[in-house]
């Protein structure tokens, strides 16, 4: 269609430039020659004064006897060359053209350029041309061949129980008479269900890689249109299409788009969206059965889908992919790092235990930012030192060197920092201190991160209050070293994370004797996004806002009580931050033990390693994260 459009454009752009041509070049012979009428003519024939004449039709230029020329047209039909040739006249014809395609082709190529103009914006409007003028419901699954680049379950790691559930559907299509002998039955569809850069698209090209029959692509923003019905009739005509090429697995990226669930939202929902959606559901099981085709499809928001699009008989099987574990992140890590030059240094286990909660897309963009680093500084591999750096970058923000502190804020941000290492090391179940830094990053003056000794996976009452005990040591300390009216609002960030925690232990997870095991999340206005599902009485969010003021106080008290008991530890910490400005966990260790550090460039980055390297989901450190002043 497209070469059609092409070859259409060229042929009309000829014969435009045929028309001016042959326009320009009839005026040409006239332009410098004086219009006489006929009659003169002839009388100059007979007195001798025409000595050539050159006959174009109905055009006659004429020579005179004195060199001038002229033009005149003579009537239609008349011969007059017998009158010339009698008279010496030199007569010279010049043959004609067709002059009726011509003349034709001047009235009529007006409208064909504006009919051109018309058919090319009206494809436009429709969608770039996907079947031309008729084409607006045609449905734009791509047929996905992969012949540079082609992934394989080899590239997939770290998600093994979602890749043999995927292999099986592979083994499947190529293999049938294996599970039909038992009686099984090809799955009509799957459901990848998991958070963002977890892998769920990467599956899904890693079975058009492995499957070895026809893949279809297509997006759930593809189906909805602002017209009712076009989504629908996208729906039938893919499945016509699936249907040509069967067996075939059909994918649907963000199936969201177009699932969600039916006679929600404000006017009980979206016509063209619904339209579609039910298409779809009697195209997957309706009465007509579509054998062959398997639907895979990926979404990070199953709890919006509709209920009819998740029973078996549409997607059979819902497959979650979730973060990979350590031994899924070591793996993920190895994937990626046989692209870069690795050094001899590089522990990929320990940047492993390092990275908790980080999905596959935060690991490749952790070894791209490491390899990114390496040849910043002109390396010709990437070193360990490379990969710290760049998972310090990832989780805490870029240095903002050029920031300018006065020492005062310095000593403050110091002290501020200190307190939270400290507390953090004094509390048995608070997670270990990775690193405290007082260089500005992101928008914080400073920071301490710990790091879980292993992935978290659920959250004991004594550590939630722990945790809230370490993050108001930043306050505590400030007010001991400053007093009350010298406390900055360095510690607003600390006072959200610890609000939000104790929220979390009152209102959802039931941790307060007083309030009960009563959810009550969706009823508190304005928490978790929620405006409240049910009403509560007045007295129950006193006693909610209650326990929650109280274990926040206590656990200011208890981290002022340990930063007064270990006074000249703290003192230490703090000094130590001001001199070196970054300490990893095992250096803190030491200056809390008063024990020197060895000599080097302090503003290099540290070649230590602490024992135990874990880190929060990315983008969200642990308390001591400080807003900068306003």
Not at 208 to 234: K, L
């Amino acid at each position: 269609m497209g070469n059609a459009r092409n070859l259409a454009f060229w042929v009309v752009l000829f014969l435009m430039i045929l028309a001016l041509f042959n326009l320009f070049s009839d005026g040409s012979n006239t332009m410098n020659s004086r219009q006489i009428s006929y009659s003169d003519f002839i009388e100059r024939v007979q007195n001798d004064q025409v000595t050539a004449v050159t006959i174009d039709g109905e055009d006659v230029m004429i020579t005179g006897s004195d060199g001038q020329q002229y033009a005149t047209v003579r009537p239609m039909g008349e011969d007059i060359s017998d009158r010339l040739i009698q008279q010496g006249v030199d007569v010279r014809v010049i043959k004609q053209q067709s002059s009726g395609f011509m003349s034709m082709l001047g009235v009529w190529l007006p409208f064909i350029l504006l009919i051109g103009v018309w058919i090319f914006f009206m494809n436009r409007m429709q969608g770039g041309g996907k079947g031309g003028a008729m084409g607006f419901g045609k449905s734009r699954a791509k047929l996905l061949t992969e012949k540079h680049g082609r992934v394989t379950f080899d590239d997939v790691a770290g998600i093994d129980e979602a890749k043999e559930e995927l292999e099986e559907i592979v083994e499947f299509l190529r293999n049938p008479q294996k599970f039909s002998r038992l009686g099984g039955k090809i799955p009509k569809g799957a459901l990848l269900v998991g958070p963002p850069g977890t892998g769920k698209t990467l599956l899904a090209r890693a079975i058009a890689g492995e499957a070895g029959v026809p893949f279809f692509t297509i997006s759930g923003s593809d189906f909805v249109e602002m017209f009712v019905g076009v989504g629908a009739s996208r729906v039938r005509d893919m499945f016509e299409q699936a249907k040509k090429s069967a067996p075939c697995i059909l994918f649907i990226d963000e199936i969201d788009a177009v699932g969600r669930a039916r006679g929600v939202g404000i006017g009980g929902g979206n016509d063209e969206r619904e339209q579609t959606l039910n298409q779809l559901l009697v195209e997957m099981d309706g009465f007509e059965a579509n054998e062959g085709i398997i639907i895979v499809a990926a979404t990070n928001r199953k709890d919006v889908l509709d209920p009819a699009l998740l029973r078996p008989g549409r997607f059979d099987r819902q497959i979650h992919v979730p973060n990979p574990d350590i031994k899924g992140r070591e793996k993920i890590l190895s994937v990626h790092a046989r692209k870069v030059p690795v050094g001899p240094d590089v522990d990929l286990r320990l940047i492993a235990r390092g990275t908790p909660g980080f999905s596959g897309a935060d690991l490749m963009n952790l070894v791209n930012e490491a390899a990114l680093m390496a040849a910043r500084i002109g390396r010709r591999f990437v070193s360990m030192a490379d990969f710290e750096s760049a998972k310090d970058k990832v989780m805490l923000g870029v240095e903002r060197r050029s920031l300018v502190l006065t020492p005062e804020q310095k000593e403050k941000t110091a002290y501020h920092e200190a307190g939270h290492a400290i507390v953090g090391l004094s509390l048995p179940k608070c997670d270990p201190v990775y690193k405290a830094t007082i260089i500005p990053r992101g928008g914080a003056l400073g920071m301490v991160v710990s790091l879980p000794e292993m992935d978290r996976l659920n959250f004991h009452k004594d550590e939630a209050k722990q945790k809230i005990i370490m993050t108001m040591a930043g306050k505590a300390a400030e007010i001991i070293k400053y007093g009350e009216e010298g406390v900055s609002n360095g510690p607003a960030g600390d006072i959200q994370q610890a609000s939000a925690l104790a929220r979390a232990m009152v209102m959802r997870w039931g941790m307060s004797d007083k309030v009960g095991a009563v959810d009550y999340a969706e009823a508190h206005e304005g928490y978790n996004g929620s405006t409240g599902g049910f009403s509560v009485s007045a007295s129950t969010k006193e006693l909610i806002e209650q326990e929650v003021r109280e274990l926040i106080e206590a656990g200011y008290q208890e981290a002022r009580r340990i930063l007064l008991e270990k006074e000249v530890e703290f003192e230490r910490l703090a000094k130590g931050l001001l001199e070196y400005e970054t300490l990893t966990g095992e250096e803190i260790g030491r200056i809390v033990r008063g024990e020197p550090l060895d000599g080097g460039d302090d503003d290099a980055p540290s070649s230590l390693i602490p024992a135990v390297t874990a880190i929060p989901k990315a983008g969200k450190p642990a308390p001591g994260g400080d807003p900068a002043p306003a």
